[in-house]
């Protein structure tokens, strides 16, 4: 079972930052909080991921509260490419431990 | 870096036969790859996790002798779909895990679509 909670879909306004939430009050202390998004028809694709510090890199930016149970991920600059369905992952970083997907965010992003 | 590739991007057979998907980590080495599945409209679901010289492990509900998994080497892994059905019609994506300082990192192929007649 997925154990984050992502609205089903979202829209964003090309030019302006797109800010994707993710609960995920059941966290671990050892479970890192992964973001993937998926493009229609394609693999996912790797953006970002963190423990408890506030990470940026060239995609994007995620900010996880101090509690560790919510996280936002940040698109500073939405273009129409950024249209995908976006995954909030939350996984041990031990082992062979695999990433479990949910149903992720569709986010749209409008001219 | 980190680029994953698979091939074929896209097969279509017909029912009884076996097809064969081929995923490679391009630029790094992976111990531990692993193979999902994602039907239309759905998210992807885990079918296997491939480690290199051992055993696959198996999701509960995914048959082993059906859909078969080599990790000969420590950039290959296949996955063989044997007596291919309709029902097995489906987008299969492979990743591969990339350890990097502290942490793991899985790495996407851009999937195979499958389509048997």
């Known amino acids: 079972d997925a154990k984050t909670t992502q609205p089903p879909s979202m829209d964003c306004a090309e030019g302006r930052a797109a800010n994707l939430p993710c609960n995920h009050s059941t966290i671990s202390g050892n479970e890192y909080v992964y973001w993937y998004r998926q493009i229609h028809s394609q693999g996912p694709q790797y953006i970002i991921h963190?423990?408890?510090n506030n990470e940026t890199n060239e995609m994007a930016s995620l900010i996880i509260t101090e509690d560790r149970k919510s996280s936002t991920l940040i698109l500073p600059h939405a273009t129409l490419r950024d249209t995908a369905v976006y995954y909030c992952?939350?996984?041990?970083?031990?082992?062979?431990?695999?990433?479990?997907f949910g149903k992720g965010t569709r986010l749209s992003v409008i001219a | 870096g980190a680029v994953v590739s698979q091939h074929p991007s896209w097969v279509i057979c017909k029912s009884g036969t076996s097809v064969k998907i081929e995923c490679r980590s391009l630029d790094f080495q992976a111990t531990t790859m692993f193979w999902y599945r994602q039907f239309p409209k759905q998210s992807l679901m885990l079918m296997a996790t491939s480690n290199e010289g051992s055993k696959a492990t198996y999701e509960q509900g995914v048959e082993k002798d059906k859909f078969l998994i080599n990790h000969a080497s420590l950039t290959l892994s296949t996955l063989t779909v044997t007596s291919a059905h309709p029902e097995d019609s489906s987008f299969y994506i492979c990743s591969a895990r990339q350890k990097r300082g502290g942490a793991d990192t899985q790495y996407f192929g851009p999937g195979t679509r499958l389509t048997v007649l």
């Open positions: 992952i939350v996984r041990a970083n031990s082992g062979n431990t695999p990433l479990v």
């Open positions: 963190g423990l408890k």
